[in-house]
């Protein structure tokens, strides 16, 4: 009986596990490197051990080391969750070896599956359709440059040992061959420490679809639905939409018979994916299988109402699958993305840093959220950067796509670089809308979808001022709620004009580093501000981190993350950066001969030195008065005072040069 797990990872995917081991009475037991010091899953599990650096092979690779712990530990089982020794036949080996289960399919089962040519020979024998191609032992250049032939191009050469698109190269014509040959063997030689290639028939516009199964100890084997995975970004998978759209039933079930034909063939014990590509021409062929549960099985959990995880761990315990083929049901439409710390504009660059904002959709019924990260965690650079998985569910197609493209403009993250905006695109394009898509999807609309919308810069840059003023003046009374802060610059009376317009002079720098200087003037009712020679109209209130606004004419609701000085305005999926610069620097840098003249209408109260004085930078000059409070004109520089323009008792209009101090 299993009654505590080890989970041989990290991340989202160690999170997942744990939620679903915790409502099975399961005691968990984590694992971390310096890195995941004060990670989610660390915090989560019931207890956790230090097991090495940060890179993966000092933690996370270390089989020895993982097993060492789960004796320590007393767990009967070890999860590998996806990634890492997930897909490593030696591993697993060692798991057995130690009397540990393995939390997923024997080692003979992923050995088989490991190289591509030995499991299509597999295949053949279990009947399990391939593309034409050739798989054989044979590595000989005229027997290659022969077979081609036979297939027919254009084709497909794969390293046999590879993924990843590592060792990949299509060949248009028979005069591309060998230099494809030649160099296909010199990058599988590299990555994979083996150059054994497999050439197969190349399909220009197929879609990637898989089928989930299961098998128990006792021999038993069932599919769980289909997903189609076919947009995809150098071969890695970006939207996964279950089931897969456009399929009859009776091919639906064609495809899941040859799912289940391919587990029997290697005695599959667990949860596994069997991978086909998919022709125009409603033909499928096997590509390969993964003897792991998939990054993206939540959409299989969804449309079936089953969690793989406690199939995965009842299976590990000797007992039968809790459901046989015809008790199965689909219902309803389900998608997930993967939120990444990346750059769409820059090449997809991985980003790393501080998450300094995150907010995430509200989870429920229809919106389920797998993630391991916390705002304020720092994404690293040693692994995967993926911040979390979103999926949604509703009763068709149609209503799961909105409810994606509502769930993704409710994601907010602030400090790094993501992909939300990239992915909302894809969703609302029309030829994914309308099922019209294959592998090559990005490749096809790539302009189109990192394009980004023409905003007008000066609005922006008036909300964010706007935004700036409103969220001081906030600060300040919840200071003043607790105590007198006279030295708050929003505390002053600096930029106060009595019978005229109050101005808020703010000091942004934009998301490219270039200063923006900006002035606010209050009107009737509201505000107003000169951007470029155009005089926009602002009001509205800030309440907590919402800023409601009218702009002219146009009113909207914008979500705002304030983290020190920096803030961030999100609207939909854009979002757009500043850095506030304080009031006092900005009174620092400015016109030091204004400081003589007065900044309201009042009346002189005082003169606090004479003529001819020798005076300091900051020292008292004169008081005057304004709506019966003081106010005190300090020297801007060290000088000497060669002439007072009002004396005691006069009245004075704003801006009125009240004194000069000759510098020096």
């Not at 069932?222 to 009776?250: F, I, N, T």
């Not at 926009?536 to 000085?565: P, W």
Request: proline share 3%; glycine share 6%.
């Amino acid at each position: 009986m299993i009654n505590k797990l080890l989970i041989a990872n990290r991340g989202e995917i160690a999170c997942r596990i744990i939620e679903t081991a915790r409502n099975m009475g399961v005691k968990t037991v984590a694992i971390y490197s310096d890195a995941d010091a004060n990670a989610r899953h660390v915090a989560m599990a019931d207890e956790a051990f230090y097991l090495g650096g940060s890179a993966p092979a000092e933690s996370y690779l270390r089989g020895d080391a993982i097993i060492e712990v789960a004796k320590r530990a007393g767990a009967q089982a070890i999860h590998p969750g996806y990634g890492f020794l997930s897909e490593n036949a030696q591993f697993a080996k060692a798991c057995e070896q130690a009397s540990i289960e393995f939390v997923g399919p024997g080692s003979a089962a992923i050995d088989a599956m490991g190289s591509k040519s030995a499991a299509k020979a597999i295949m053949t024998k279990a009947n399990v359709p391939l593309v034409p191609g050739y798989h054989g032992d044979d590595q000989s250049d005229a027997l290659l440059n022969s077979e081609a032939d036979k297939i027919g191009f254009p084709l497909l050469i794969k390293a046999a040992y590879g993924g990843g698109g590592k060792g990949m190269r299509i060949v248009e014509s028979k005069d591309e061959l060998q230099d494809a040959i030649d160099s296909a063997r010199r990058e599988a030689a590299s990555s994979f420490g083996n150059d054994k290639l497999l050439m197969e028939r190349y399909l220009r516009q197929p879609r990637h679809i898989e089928v989930q199964v299961f098998a128990d100890k006792h021999g038993n084997c069932v599919y769980l639905s289909d997903r189609d995975c076919s947009v995809q970004r150098r071969h890695q998978k970006v939207v996964e939409e279950a089931p897969a759209p456009g399929l009859s039933d009776e091919l639906r079930k064609q495809m899941g018979e040859a799912a289940v034909a391919a587990a029997k063939a290697i005695d599959y014990v667990g949860a596994g994916t069997v991978e086909f590509l998919f022709d125009t021409d409603n033909s499928f062929y096997f590509m390969e299988m993964n003897t792991r549960l998939q990054v993206e099985h939540p959409v299989t959990e969804y449309v079936t109402n089953q969690d793989l995880v406690e199939w995965q761990l009842k299976v590990a315990d000797g007992q039968r699958l809790p459901l046989h083929q015809d008790e199965i049901e689909v219902k309803g439409h389900s998608f997930e993305v993967r939120i990444y710390a990346e750059d769409p504009q820059n090449e997809f660059l991985p980003a790393s840093g501080k998450l300094d904002y995150l907010q995430e959709p509200d989870a429920s019924d229809y919106v389920r959220i797998d993630s391991g990260i916390r705002q304020g965690d720092v994404i690293s650079n040693f692994y995967d950067p993926m911040i979390a998985k979103l999926i949604v569910w509703d009763e068709d197609r149609n209503l799961a796509l909105q409810r994606m493209a509502n769930a993704l403009q409710d994601y907010k993250i602030s400090g790094l670089k993501h992909n939300i905006r990239f992915l909302h695109a894809i969703i609302k394009h029309p030829a994914f809308t309308d099922e019209d898509f294959s592998t090559d999807f990005i490749d096809r609309y790539g302009d189109e979808l990192l394009k980004l919308e023409s905003k007008d810069t000066s609005n922006i840059q008036a909300l964010a001022a706007f935004y700036q003023v409103l969220y001081r003046k906030q600060q300040s009374e919840k200071q003043s709620a607790t105590h007198s802060d006279f030295t708050s610059p929003w505390s002053t009376l600096s930029g106060f004009r009595i019978n005229s317009s109050k101005q808020h002079a703010v000091r942004l720098l934009d998301n490219e580093h270039q200063q923006l200087d900006l002035l606010l003037k209050e009107t009737a009712n509201g505000y107003q501000i000169s951007i470029e020679d155009q005089v926009i109209s602002l009001n509205g209130q800030l309440e907590d981190n919402i800023l409601k606004a009218q702009l002219n004419d146009h009113k909207f609701t914008l979500q705002v993350a304030q983290v020190g000085d920096d803030f961030t305005l999100f609207s939909n999926t854009e979002q757009f950066h500043f850095k506030a610069v304080q009031a006092q620097e900005l009174d620092q840098q400015d016109n030091a001969a204004d400081k003589l003249k007065a900044p309201m209408n009042g009346t002189i109260v005082t003169h606090l030195v004479s003529k001819g004085d020798q005076v300091t930078a900051g020292q008292g000059l004169l008081v005057m008065e304004a709506m019966k409070m003081e106010y005190t004109i300090e020297a801007p520089y060290d000088g000497t005072v060669s002439e007072f323009y009002f004396y005691p008792g006069d009245l004075v209009s704003d801006g009125s040069l009240l004194l000069d101090v000759e510098e020096g």
